[in-house]
T-cell receptor, first 117, second 113 residues
Framework: DGGITQSPKYLFRKEGQNVTLSCEQN?????MYWYRQDPGQGLRLIYY???????QKGDIAEGYSVSREKKESFPLTVTSAQKNPTAFYLC????????????????FGPGTRLTVT | QKEVEQNSGPLSVPEGAIASLNCTYS??????FFWYRQYSGKSPELIMF????GDKEDGRFTAQLNKASQYVSLLIRDSQPSDSATYLC?????????????FGSGTQLTVLP
């Protein structure tokens, strides 16, 4: 079955520790995205990648880092510099690309709920 | 001004009624529009997308787009209690070669049995 997996589902960390959230897709999608959702809020874009070995900052990139070494994988590191890291983190992918006729429907993984105390 | 605005609700409708969810956007150049459904504690699920002015129907769902008014809506006919969720409107915004979805904050819908 094709899809997007995120692990772990729940993650607990102490303040001051870096933590890495996993996102893997087997949909052969070029583009991948990381969003953050706070209670009662919409989704805010952290980082996105339209192609392997390239990624761009979204609206709230401060305190986060990413890598895109493989098409299937787009891990997100929440660093100790992120002031309010407790949130629901969502990874998404789409066929993406800048070519005419590209599809931009994004499909989401199940999410990781991060709690930092 | 927010780029994508939705009435946060909550919106309550009786079972069997039509639920109407609305969204306005600020970027006149936006070309693609998406509706996601999100159950409490779960990730968003794509239910509709629309690119052209007019209506697009899929089962009980109809998306309506009016680019002149910068308005997109989602109608849910014969609403069921299982439709109770938060509905997120998303708009594709282009900046140079980059294209990203901007989401509204969502409308919470409750369908009363």
């Amino acid at each position: 079955d094709g899809g997007i997996t995120q692990s772990p589902k729940y993650l607990f960390r102490k303040e001051g520790q870096n933590v890495t959230l996993s996102c893997e897709q087997n949909l052969n999608h070029d583009a991948m995205y990381w969003y953050r959702q706070d209670p009662g809020q919409g989704l805010r874009l952290i980082y996105y990648s339209q192609i392997v070995n390239d990624f761009q900052k979204g609206d709230i990139a401060e305190g986060y880092s990413v890598s895109r070494e493989k098409k299937e994988s787009f891990p997100l590191t929440v660093t100790s510099a992120q002031k309010n890291p407790t949130a629901f983190y969502l990874c998404a992918s789409s066929t993406g690309g800048a070519w005419r006729g590209a599809s931009y429907e994004q499909y989401f993984g199940p999410g990781t709920r991060l709690t930092v105390t | 001004q927010k780029e994508v605005e939705q009435n946060s609700g909550p919106l309550s409708v009786p079972e069997g009624a039509i639920a109407s969810l609305n969204c306005t956007y600020s970027d006149r150049g936006s070309q693609s529009f998406f509706w996601y459904r999100q159950y409490s504690g779960k990730s968003p699920e794509l239910i509709m997308f629309i690119y052209s002015n007019g209506d697009k129907e899929d089962g009980r769902f109809t998306a309506q787009l009016n680019k002149a008014s910068q308005y997109v809506s989602l109608l849910i006919r014969d609403s069921q209690p299982s439709d109770s969720a938060t509905y997120l409107c998303a708009v594709l915004i282009s900046s140079g070669s980059a294209r990203q979805l901007t989401f509204g904050s969502g409308t919470q819908l409750t369908v009363l049995p």
